[in-house]
Nanobody
Framework: QVQLVESGGGSVQSGGSLRLTCAAP?????????MAWFRQAPGKEREGVAA???????NYADSVKGRFTISQDTAENLLYLQMNDLNPDDTGMYYC?????????????????????WGQGTQVTVTS
């Protein structure tokens, strides 16, 4: 079975920081997967936040560039999202997602329909 588990969400004031963690199954080999973070605010569609490809390069949404950093610990099958200088627009449910290279392509766009494995999400709330 494929199961991703997010943690690290919470409530923080504007300007604060949070670090999210996504634990992937032990069978995951990050060199063969694209891993990503998405978020969804109430009443809004799920949007891509950041992705890290198998070669270690990254892709960020313009709204988070310079503030968020995606990284991974391949040995432990962990994915991270360091979020700094948070603002209320960052509020939402944050999900980690994965796309196997075997599906096709190693640098998929940061869009929901390219990803097939998802976590249950962790809530991030940023207050003014």
């Amino acid at each position: 079975q494929v199961q991703l588990v997010e943690s690290g969400g919470g409530s923080v004031q504007s300007g604060g920081s949070l670090r999210l963690t996504c634990a992937a199954p032990s069978l995951y080999t990050h060199m063969s997967y694209t891993m990503a973070w998405f978020r969804q605010a109430p009443g809004k569609e799920r949007e891509g936040v950041a992705a890290i490809f198998q070669d270690g390069t990254t892709n960020y949404a313009d709204s988070v560039k310079g503030r968020f950093t995606i990284s991974q610990d391949t040995a432990e099958n962990l994915l991270y999202l360091q979020m700094n200088d948070l603002n209320p627009d960052d509020t939402g449910m944050y999900y980690c997602a994965a796309r196997s290279i075997a599906v096709g392509g190693s640098r998929p766009p940061l869009a929901v329909y390219f990803y097939h494995d998802w976590g249950q999400g962790t809530q991030v709330t940023v207050t003014s």
